[in-house]
C-alpha cells in the first residue's frame, strides 16, 4: 500500500508519517494492513511531485491547511485551493483511492464558530470533497476534529495547550483569562489510531446534532472517539503539579488513557536539557545510603538503599505498613521475626537474581550486606508515602 500525506511537516503529519514508517520498517506489527511507500507533500515539496504521489497512492490523508495566516483570505486559498489541486490531480489520474480530509469542528459554524473565515474554509473543503465523492465514487473520509494536543505541536501556533506546557516547562509566564474555559482536545495517539482504523476500513462514522458527533454507523462524518473536555484552569493545575514533581517526588495520578497521563506525555516533551536531569536527596551515613525516587498519590513511594559491605539495616517493624525489597546488586540476607516470638524467616538474595520479598506487618526485618567487598543496592517499595507524624516504624532487632 501506498501511502499519501499532505501537511507531512505539520503537527498532525509529522505524528502520522512517523507512525506509518513504524509499519512500513516492521517495527509496529499490530495492523492488518502493510506499507509500501509513504509520500510526503508539504508546503515546500515540488508541487511537480504532486502529480506522480496522486497517480501512486493508494491511500490519501490530506492533512495540509492554514492554521494562522497573516491574511483572512489565505484561509479559502490555503484550504480550499490545495484541496480542489489535489482532486484535480487524483481525478487525473483517475485515482479514487480513498480520501481522508482534516477539516475542524468549526466548520459547523455554529456559535461561536459563526463568523469564523477558518470554519467557512473548511466547510468549504468538506463540500469539496463530498461533490468529489459523488462525481467519482471514490470513498470519502471527513473529520472534524476539535483542538489536537500532544508532541511536536507548536507554541503560540497550534494551540494554547502546546504554549502552555512550552511555557511552564521553560519557566515563562502563562496568561489565563478565564479558568473556567472548557476545552474540548483531541490527543495525538488517538488520533494516528483512527487514522490506522481507516487504513483497515474501520473508521468510525457519525453524525452532528449541533457541535456534538453521535456515533451513526452510515454517517456523512467521521470522527475519534476518545476525546477528553477540560477548563483550562484543570490543564494548568495538572501542568504546576508536573513543574513541580522534581522537587515533592510525588507522581500525580495518571490512571490508562486519562487526560493527565497524555498531557504528561506531552509536557515532558518540552523540557529543557537542563531540566531532563534531576538530583535526588542522598540520605548518607557511614553505612551507605538511603533514597526516595518517587512517590505516588495513592500506591506509596520507592526508594533505593545501599549498604556498605558488612552492614546490617533495617531493624524495625510496621503495624500495617508493608514493603518490597528487591535486590539489584551485591550479595545480602534479609531476615524477619515475628513480633513477640522467636519464629525468623531469612532469605538469601542476590543481584544475579532479582526476587522481590515482602515484609510482613507485624515482622521486624532487617538486611544484610554479605559481602566484605561491594556495596549491596536494594530498591524498596512501600505501600504508603513516609509520615513523620505517623511513621508505623518501631526499632526492635531481628536477632
Not at 483517475?94 to 473565515?117: F, H, K, W
Not at 515563562?172 to 488517538?190: A, G, H, K, W
Not at 520479598?357 to 505501600?383: C, F, K, Q, R
Request: charged share 25%; net charge negative.
Amino acid at each position: 500500500m501506498n501511502i499519501l500525506v499532505t501537511g507531512a511537516k505539520g503537527f498532525a503529519g509529522r505524528n502520522l508519517v512517523e507512525n506509518l514508517k513504524n509499519i512500513r520498517d516492521g517495527k509496529n506489527r499490530t495492523r492488518g494492513f502493510q506499507i509500501d511507500e509513504i509520500f510526503e507533500f508539504d508546503i515546500d515539496t515540488d508541487k511537480a511531485l504532486l502529480d506522480d504521489y496522486c497517480a501512486k497512492a493508494d491511500f490519501v490523508f490530506n492533512l495540509a491547511g492554514v492554521n494562522r495566516p497573516k491574511e483572512n483570505s489565505e484561509f479559502m486559498s490555503g484550504n480550499f485551493g490545495f484541496a480542489s489541486e489535489l482532486l484535480d490531480a487524483l481525478k487525473k489520474h483517475n485515482n479514487t483511492c480513498p480520501v481522508m480530509i482534516s477539516s475542524s469542528i468549526q466548520a459547523t459554524l455554529i456559535g461561536r464558530y459563526g463568523e469564523s473565515d477558518y470554519g467557512k474554509s473548511k466547510l468549504a473543503g468538506e463540500n469539496l470533497f463530498f461533490d468529489y465523492s459523488k462525481e467519482t465514487g471514490a470513498k470519502v473520509l471527513v473529520y472534524r476534529f476539535p483542538n489536537l494536543f500532544g508532541k511536536w505541536s507548536r507554541p503560540n501556533y497550534n494551540s494554547a495547550v502546546a504554549t502552555f506546557c512550552n511555557n511552564i516547562a521553560n519557566d515563562l509566564p502563562i496568561q489565563v483569562n478565564d479558568r473556567s474555559t472548557q476545552l474540548e482536545l483531541l490527543y495525538i495517539d488517538d488520533l494516528v489510531d483512527e487514522m490506522f482504523d481507516a487504513l483497515e476500513n474501520k473508521e468510525h462514522h457519525c453524525e452532528y446534532d449541533g457541535l456534538e458527533p453521535v456515533a451513526k454507523d452510515n454517517g456523512k462524518y467521521c470522527y475519534v472517539p476518545m476525546t477528553h473536555k477540560v477548563t483550562l484552569g484543570e490543564i494548568v493545575d495538572l501542568l504546576e503539579s508536573f513543574k513541580a514533581q522534581p522537587s515533592t517526588l510525588v507522581m500525580p495520578e495518571i490512571p490508562n488513557n486519562s487526560f493527565a497521563k497524555k498531557l504528561y506525555s506531552m509536557y515532558l516533551s518540552y523540557l529543557p536539557k537542563e531540566k531532563t536531569i534531576f538530583d535526588l536527596k542522598m540520605n548518607c551515613d557511614d553505612r551507605g545510603s538511603f533514597t526516595e525516587l518517587l512517590k505516588t498519590a495513592n500506591c506509596g513511594q520507592f526508594s533505593v538503599n545501599i549498604s556498605k559491605p558488612g552492614i546490617t539495616k533495617g531493624q524495625h517493624w510496621h503495624n500495617s505498613k508493608w514493603e518490597f525489597f528487591i535486590v539489584v546488586a551485591g550479595h545480602g540476607l534479609i531476615q524477619e521475626r515475628k513480633i513477640g516470638t522467636d519464629e525468623v524467616i531469612e532469605f538469601e538474595v542476590s543481584g544475579d537474581r532479582i526476587q522481590a520479598i515482602h515484609m510482613l506487618p507485624g515482622y521486624t526485618h532487617n538486611i544484610i550486606n554479605l559481602s566484605d567487598t561491594e556495596n549491596l543496592v536494594t530498591l524498596m517499595w512501600a505501600n504508603e508515602q513516609f509520615d513523620p507524624q505517623h511513621p508505623d516504624t518501631f526499632f526492635e532487632v531481628v536477632k
